[in-house]
C-alpha cells in the first residue's frame, strides 16, 4: 500500500503530442462518427472563443481508440466536450499567466516527430491522413506547450515541508527506499511531491474558471454534452462527466458496459460515504478541489486519523509477523544494466525475401491468389486470403500505394514491391479514382533476419562489451540509435521478472550466472543483449527484531483500513 501511495505522489498530468499512424483518416472519422455538420466552423462560445467540432472530435477519437469495450457513444462525447473545455482554459489561463511559446521551440518538437517517423513524405502523407497539415500541426504543438508551461507554473510555484518528505521517507524507507537514508532520496521525494501539489493546484483552478464560464452559440449537436448533475448518492451531487469517467475506467479494464455502470455506481457511493464521513470526522475540504481530489484529502485525512487510533501490544505484533513472514524474507536479486542491440535485415537478407516473392509471383494467378495467400503470407491478412480491405493512397508505404494505384483493377501487379515491411506480391481488386481509394490483398515475404546477419550483429555486440570492460566507454554512452533499453533495471528475480521490461526467464538466467561486474553479451532468440550484473542479493529468512519497524506500521495500516472498511459499510 505504501508503494502504490508514493507512485501515485510521482503522477502529473501532462500534455503530450501523440501523432497515431491508423488506417482509417481522422478526417472521414470526424465526418461519420461525430455526425456533426460541415457547415457550421464551430460547435460553441467558450468565454467569447470559438471552439471548433474537430477539436471535440479529435478528442472523442482519442478517448475511444484504446477502448475494446462497447460503450455508449454518448459517454465518448460527454467526456470529449469536457476534455475540449478543460484545454481551452487551459489556454486561456496561459494567456493569463503571460505564456509564450517560441517558433524554436515548435519547431523543435515538430522535428522530433518527424524524424521518428524517419521518411518525411511518409510523414506528411500520415498527418494529412489524420486532419492535420504541417501548420496545423505546428498549432496544436504550441498549444500543448503552452499547457506543460501551465502546469510548471504551478509545480514550480508549489511548497512542500519538511515534514511532508519526512512523512513520504517513513512511509516507504522499508519498500522502496530500502538501504537509503533520507537525504539519498530527499530531492526525488521532494520533487514528487513538489508536482502533486502543483498538479492539484492546476486542477483547483481549471475547476473555478469551469464554474465561472461563459457558454454561448451551442450547435444543437452538443447541447446535451456539457457538464450537468446526472446522480445523487447519499446527499452527494456527481455530475454526468463524472459518472462517465468511472463508467469507462471501468470499461477499459474489460467489463461489459452495464457492469460498468454497476460498478461506477457503487464507487460513487463509496465517495459519497466518504465525504460524509469527512464531514463526521469534522474535516474541512476545500469545495474548490474537483470532487475526485475532495474524496482523496478526505481519505488521507480520515486514514492518518485510524492510523493514530490504533493500539497494540508486543504479542499482536509477534502474532502479526508470524502470520505474514514470507512479506519480510528478502528474496534474491540482482541488478544489472541491460541493452538490446536492434538487429535489421541485411541487403543479403532482403534479397533473399525479394527471391522468394519472385517466384511466388512466377506461380500464382488470379484464381488461385486467395489460397496461396492463406497458405503462405507472412502477414496478418494471410488468414483472410491477404485481403486488406479498402484504404487510401496515404494510409499505406509509398512503395505499396504507387504499385496499387499503377495497377490494373482484376490483375496482379507484374513486380515484386520491396517495403520495409518485406516483399509483397500485390492483387489490386478494386479501385475508386475520384475517391482516391482503392482495394487490394498481397502476398508478404517478410525480410527474416539470417544467421549470417546474427554473426556481424554478434561481433558487433564482442566490440561494444570490450570497450566498456576497458573504460574507453561507459554502458550509458552505447549509441541509442543501436541499443535499446539501455538502462540499469533493479530487483530482478530469480523468477525471470525485469521490472520494467516483464519476464524474460532466458535472460535472466544468463545475468544471474555472469559474475558480479562482467560485461556480457548473448544471442537469445534472434536478439542480442549486453549486460553488466552490478549487484546481487541473496535470500535472507527475516527476524522480527531486524524488521519490527515494518511490521508495525505494516499491522497499523492493516488495523486502519479495517476500521476504515466498517464504517463506510
Given at each position: 500500500m505504501a508503494i502504490r501511495k508514493f507512485r501515485k505522489k510521482m503522477k502529473v498530468i501532462t500534455y503530450v503530442i501523440t501523432i497515431a499512424?491508423?488506417?482509417?483518416?481522422?478526417?472521414?472519422?470526424?465526418?461519420?462518427?461525430?455526425?456533426?455538420?460541415?457547415?457550421?466552423?464551430?460547435?460553441?462560445?467558450?468565454?467569447?472563443?470559438?471552439?471548433?467540432?474537430?477539436?471535440?472530435?479529435?478528442?472523442?477519437?482519442?478517448?475511444?481508440?484504446?477502448?475494446?469495450?462497447?460503450?455508449?457513444?454518448?459517454?465518448?462525447?460527454?467526456?470529449?466536450?469536457?476534455?475540449?473545455?478543460?484545454?481551452?482554459?487551459?489556454?486561456?489561463?496561459?494567456?493569463?499567466?503571460?505564456?509564450?511559446?517560441?517558433?524554436?521551440?515548435?519547431?523543435k518538437e515538430y522535428f522530433k516527430i518527424e524524424k521518428s517517423v524517419n521518411d518525411k513524405k511518409q510523414f506528411k502523407r500520415m498527418i494529412k491522413a489524420q486532419g492535420y497539415t504541417k501548420a496545423s500541426l505546428k498549432k496544436e504543438i504550441r498549444k500543448n506547450l503552452r499547457a506543460m508551461k501551465v502546469i510548471e507554473y504551478y509545480v514550480e510555484n508549489a511548497k512542500v515541508s519538511e515534514n511532508d518528505i519526512l512523512t513520504v521517507y517513513n512511509e516507504n524507507k522499508d519498500t522502496i527506499f530500502q538501504g537509503k537514508d533520507l537525504e539519498a532520496v530527499k530531492e526525488e521525494i521532494k520533487e514528487s511531491l513538489l508536482k502533486e501539489e502543483g498538479n492539484k493546484e492546476y486542477l483547483k483552478e481549471i475547476n473555478n474558471l469551469k464554474q465561472s464560464m461563459k457558454i454561448e452559440d451551442i450547435r444543437e449537436q452538443i447541447k446535451n454534452n456539457f457538464e450537468k448533475k446526472a446522480l445523487d448518492k447519499n446527499g452527494v451531487e456527481f455530475s454526468n462527466v463524472e459518472y462517465d469517467e468511472i463508467i469507462l475506467g471501468f470499461a477499459n479494464s474489460g467489463l461489459e458496459e452495464a457492469k460498468a455502470k454497476e460498478k461506477a455506481e457503487s464507487y460513487l457511493e463509496n465517495q459519497a460515504k466518504l465525504l460524509n464521513l469527512a464531514k463526521e470526522y469534522k474535516i474541512v475540504l476545500e469545495e474548490s478541489l474537483p470532487i475526485n481530489l475532495r474524496v482523496r484529502e478526505a481519505y488521507k485525512e480520515i486514514f492518518q486519523t485510524l492510523k493514530t487510533n490504533v493500539s497494540y501490544t508486543e504479542e499482536d505484533l509477534k502474532k502479526f509477523f508470524k502470520e505474514n513472514r514470507s512479506n519480510y524474507d528478502i528474496y534474491a536479486s540482482v541488478n544489472s544494466y541491460i541493452a538490446e542491440l536492434q538487429i535489421s535485415p541485411s541487403l543479403m537478407d532482403k534479397k533473399t525475401a525479394h527471391g522468394k516473392a519472385e517466384k511466388i509471383l512466377e506461380e500464382v494467378n488470379v484464381d488461385n491468389f486467395a489460397n496461396m495467400a492463406k497458405k503462405i503470407s507472412e502477414g496478418p491478412s494471410s488468414k483472410n486470403g491477404g485481403d486488406l480491405g479498402t484504404f487510401s493512397k496515404e494510409t499505406m508505404v509509398k512503395e505499396f500505394s504507387d504499385a496499387v494505384f499503377k495497377g490494373k483493377v482484376g490483375e496482379i501487379y507484374p513486380e515484386v514491391v520491396d517495403t520495409i515491411f518485406g516483399s509483397h506480391i500485390i492483387y489490386v481488386t478494386e479501385k475508386d479514382e475520384k475517391a482516391g481509394t482503392a482495394r487490394a490483398s498481397h502476398i508478404l515475404i517478410k525480410n527474416k533476419i539470417s544467421d549470417a546477419t546474427i554473426s556481424e550483429y554478434l561481433k558487433i555486440a564482442e566490440e561494444s562489451a570490450e570497450k566498456i570492460s576497458s573504460g574507453d566507454i561507459k554502458f550509458t554512452d552505447l549509441p541509442k540509435d543501436k541499443y535499446t533499453l539501455n538502462s540499469l533495471y533493479k530487483n530482478i528475480n530469480e523468477a525471470g521478472y525485469i521490472p520494467g521490461l516483464e519476464f524474460n526467464e532466458e535472460l535472466v538466467n544468463e545475468i544471474y550466472k555472469s559474475p558480479l561486474n562482467k560485461v556480457s553479451y548473448e544471442k537469445i532468440d534472434k536478439k542480442i543483449y549486453i549486460f553488466k550484473k552490478i549487484k546481487e542479493i541473496s535470500f535472507k529468512k527475516a527476524e522480527y527484531n531486524n524488521v519490527k519497524s515494518k511490521v508495525k506500521e505494516d499491522y497499523i495500516i492493516k488495523k486502519a483500513t479495517e476500521a476504515l472498511a466498517d464504517q463506510l459499510k
Open positions: 499512424f491508423v488506417v482509417s483518416s481522422l478526417a472521414l472519422y470526424i465526418i461519420t462518427q461525430m455526425g456533426y455538420s460541415q457547415t457550421k466552423n464551430y460547435a460553441f462560445k467558450l468565454n467569447d472563443n470559438k471552439i471548433s467540432f474537430n477539436d471535440i472530435a479529435r478528442n472523442k477519437y482519442i478517448l475511444s481508440r484504446g477502448n475494446g469495450t462497447k460503450v455508449d457513444e454518448n459517454i465518448y462525447e460527454v467526456l470529449a466536450l469536457n476534455k475540449t473545455i478543460e484545454e481551452e482554459l487551459t489556454q486561456q489561463l496561459a494567456d493569463k499567466l503571460k505564456i509564450k511559446i517560441s517558433n524554436r521551440e515548435v519547431n
